[in-house]
């Protein structure tokens, strides 16, 4: 298990505590007359200490069979032999969770937005067909505070076992005059596997093929520079405001929902069906990531009303003006995967997907094309075009 040390500094005493306009600092001082060390720097080795010592249980909590040793060690180990695979390839991603941290930032709510991390990273690696087995984490802080540390590496570890991956390392690093005292950015690197014959490399999807959309209530992690300008710099709204007249929640609520993790569900369906093809809607949007999933002889024709646009996008929208096709290119409008399936078996992947409490429709075909993504239709849910 890697050993979380600081990255390029160790990492200093800070202490985080409730306030309304975010998080507050609370930290060490050096006596008088003391000469330089690391503490006068803004660094406590002991604090970073205290750190790894919190997560901990939540680091081990995640292990699978595969995972050897525990945390101290340089690197990570997994012993894939013990994993069931014939013949497999390792597939890697990596992925943060872009300024969507600021919001958790601002509000204080740290304990969520490592699920946001391990989705963004895990859901990658489904999109060649592979599983995941396990994550590391890198975490990035202007001063670090132990308790805050542990509260965003609970919200990695439960994503990690919600999507079936252990996690296996991370590095914590403070960055003293480089960020501001209160900030901080995650990074995530997941790793799978995939048979090499069940490969899934762009090839398979035809002409004919039905493309099956899985539902994301919410933002995820993608779109959160234009969200933010539109919330803050042109509606001038705040955090704590109702998402919309009448909402019984608040903006803050509707931006830091936690992303959904679709890799166990896509999972088991690559495992029961044929689909040829998956594609993770994050940044670009669908017309952006279509294309990465198909060959350039095919166009995805999607029916924009063949599901409906939840409530939040809709409000984001008409704070700007933002034209439809902006919309699509910008944020997932609802769809956080797109499978490409035989016709025939459309209604058995959807079915399964609904097992897996992962609600999913017919959206759109593949077409004989020259590699386009066409956004037909009207909207179900309000949105302006």
Not at 163 to 170: F, P, R, S, T, V
Not at 327 to 334: A, T, Y
Request: charged share 20%; glycine share 12%.
């Amino acid at each position: 298990m890697v050993m979380r040390r600081p990255n390029s500094r160790p990492i200093p005493p800070t202490a985080y505590s409730d306030a309304v306009d975010g998080l507050r600092l609370v930290t060490s001082s050096v006596e008088s007359g003391a000469g330089e060390s690391y503490l006068a720097s803004g660094v406590d080795i002991d604090a970073g200490e205290e750190a790894v010592k919190r997560i901990g249980p939540l680091v081990r909590s995640t292990y699978r069979p595969e995972v050897m040793g525990d945390i101290g060690g340089f690197g990570g180990l997994f012993d894939i032999g013990r994993s069931g695979y014939r013949d497999p390839l390792l597939v890697s991603a990596t992925d943060g969770v872009g300024t969507k941290s600021e919001i958790a930032r601002e509000t204080g709510r740290l304990d969520s937005i490592g699920r946001d991390l391990v989705a963004m990273c895990v859901d990658d690696l489904v999109c060649a067909g592979a599983a995941p087995l396990f994550f590391l984490d890198y975490l990035a802080v202007g001063r670090l505070d132990p308790v805050a540390a542990e509260s965003l590496v609970a919200g990695i570890a439960d994503g990690c076992a919600e999507a079936g991956c252990a996690l296996i390392g991370g590095e914590m690093a403070e960055h003293p005059g480089v960020m501001a005292a209160d900030q901080f950015d995650l990074v995530g690197f997941a790793v799978g596997a995939v048979e090499r014959d069940a490969l899934l490399d762009g090839t398979a999807a035809v002409a004919g093929d039905v493309l099956v959309g899985i539902e994301s209530p919410n933002l995820r992690s993608n779109g959160f520079s234009l969200a933010r300008r539109l919330v803050f710099d042109v509606a001038g709204r705040s955090l704590d405001d109702p998402a919309w007249e009448g909402a019984s929640t608040t903006l803050a609520d509707e931006m830091l929902a936690p992303s959904v993790i679709y890799a166990p569900a896509v999972v088991a369906a690559l495992a029961a069906h044929e689909i040829h093809a998956v594609a993770h809607v994050t940044g670009g949007g669908l017309p952006g990531n279509l294309p990465r999933v198909m060959d350039n002889t095919l166009d995805a024709v999607v029916d924009r009303s063949t599901w409906e646009v939840p409530r939040f996008f809709c409000e984001l929208q008409n704070m700007g003006d933002v034209s439809d096709d902006e919309m699509d290119r910008v944020f997932n409008m609802g769809l956080g995967m797109v499978l490409a399936v035989p016709d025939r078996d459309a209604d058995a992947v959807v079915a399964m997907l609904a097992s897996h409490d992962r609600p999913a429709r017919v959206v759109g075909e593949l077409t004989a094309g020259s590699g386009q993504v066409r956004m037909n239709g009207t909207r179900q849910g309000g949105i302006g075009s």
